[in-house]
């Protein structure tokens, strides 16, 4: 990648992502132009004079070179909003959650001193910067045993990740009425929350593990529903995994259009349990 590529990723992270209204505010960037309040660098195509040049988009100019954002401080905060996918607007009944030590997979011994999420199903949470292994464990009365492990920072602050949390009777219709195979309670399931380099759920990626087997069914929300013909994600930016093995899964994500790697993540999917895994561009990949 060139290096005025490079500039336009260092700009994707910086902590201010409304860093200009026109083209002349970043002239302090050298030769970038005002996209979307990012100044993003005009990267050369070789063709000489006018129209030889082609902005490189900001939603995807990080990849295969992310750069980690600076927390300012020792810990980083994670947002996230819980509400029920039948009803976004309700928040489920006797909602709980507890931080979970990677190490403690039942999570016998909660982490203590944390929040509890708002009335409108809200919670903040500030983690140490390099804890990628916590996880959270929520309960409710109307939804089935849910996890949310964490996502490294693309841009800090990090954006809302909305937990959309469903009951077992949900899971089952979808096994057995969308995909046609019967639901395992043996087996773990998982939503997988795809970003891009500005935090943002995006369309277009594909999300593959090599952890599904002959039984697991992939599936991609498709206008707010899941849907196992679909190969991609569509603006909603999800998909998933249904009878996954229980166990330690990892998890990678691909533009769809041009199979390049945008990152990876990991997991631990428990028998009976739906987790989700937020994925953005990560480092090293």
Same mark, same amino acid.
């Given at each position: 990648?060139?290096?005025?590529?490079?500039?336009?990723?260092?700009?994707?992270?910086?902590?201010?992502?409304?860093?200009?209204?026109? /083209?002349?505010?970043?002239?302090?960037?050298?030769?970038?132009?005002?996209?979307?309040?990012?100044?993003?660098?005009?990267?050369?195509?070789?063709?000489?004079?006018?129209?030889?040049?082609?902005?490189?988009?900001?939603?995807?100019?990080?990849?295969?070179?992310?750069?980690?954002?600076?927390?300012?401080?020792?810990?980083?905060?994670?947002?996230?909003?819980?509400?029920?996918?039948?009803?976004?607007?309700?928040?489920?009944?006797?909602?709980?959650?507890?931080?979970?030590?990677?190490?403690?997979?039942?999570?016998?011994?909660?982490?203590?001193?944390?929040?509890?999420?708002?009335?409108?199903?809200?919670?903040?949470? $500030?983690?140490?910067?390099?804890?990628?292994?916590?996880?959270?464990?929520?309960?409710?009365?109307?939804?089935?045993?849910?996890?949310?492990?964490?996502?490294?920072?693309?841009?800090?602050?990090?954006?809302?990740?909305?937990?959309?949390?469903?009951?077992?009777?949900?899971?089952?219709?979808?096994?057995?009425?969308?995909?046609?195979?019967?639901?395992?309670?043996?087996?773990?399931?998982?939503?997988?929350? /795809?970003?891009?380099?500005?935090?943002?759920?995006?369309?277009?990626?594909?999300?593959?593990?090599?952890?599904?087997?002959?039984?697991?069914?992939?599936?991609?929300?498709?206008?707010?529903?899941?849907?196992? $013909?679909?190969?991609? /994600?569509?603006?909603?930016?999800?998909?998933?995994?249904?009878?996954?093995?229980?166990?330690?899964?990892?998890?990678?994500?691909?533009?769809?259009?041009?199979?390049?790697?945008?990152?990876?993540?990991?997991?631990?999917?428990?028998?009976?349990?739906?987790?989700?895994?937020?994925?953005?561009?990560?480092?090293?990949?």
């Amino acid at each position: 990648m060139s290096a005025l590529a490079l500039t336009a990723c260092s700009l994707g992270f910086g902590l201010d992502r409304e860093q200009c209204e026109k /083209t002349a505010d970043c002239s302090g960037f050298g030769n970038a132009e005002c996209v979307d309040k990012v100044c993003v660098a005009i990267e050369s195509t070789g063709g000489g004079g006018a129209g030889g040049s082609v902005p490189v988009d900001p939603k995807w100019d990080c990849i295969g070179n992310v750069e980690p954002p600076d927390p300012g401080g020792d810990t980083v905060r994670h947002v996230y909003r819980f509400v029920l996918a039948v009803d976004e607007s309700h928040v489920p009944d006797n909602l709980s959650t507890q931080v979970c030590a990677g190490i403690d997979p039942d999570c016998e011994n909660p982490k203590p001193g944390f929040p509890q999420p708002d009335a409108n199903g809200l919670l903040e949470l $500030d983690l140490p910067v390099n804890d990628l292994s916590s996880f959270l464990k929520i309960t409710s009365d109307e939804t089935m045993p849910t996890t949310v492990f964490l996502q490294r920072p693309i841009i800090i602050p990090q954006t809302e990740k909305i937990i959309r949390m469903v009951s077992l009777e949900t899971i089952i219709a979808l096994a057995e009425g969308a995909a046609d195979v019967p639901y395992d309670p043996l087996k773990s399931s998982a939503v997988i929350l /795809t970003s891009n380099c500005l935090d943002e759920r995006t369309s277009g990626v594909r999300i593959e593990s090599a952890a599904a087997d002959q039984d697991t069914v992939p599936f991609y929300f498709n206008s707010s529903i899941p849907n196992p $013909d679909v190969t991609e /994600t569509d603006t909603q930016g999800a998909g998933g995994f249904l009878n996954l093995p229980p166990g330690p899964a990892t998890v990678k994500i691909y533009r769809a259009s041009t199979d390049e790697l945008i990152g990876t993540g990991t997991f631990l999917g428990q028998a009976g349990v739906l987790s989700y895994l937020p994925i953005g561009p990560t480092e090293g990949d």
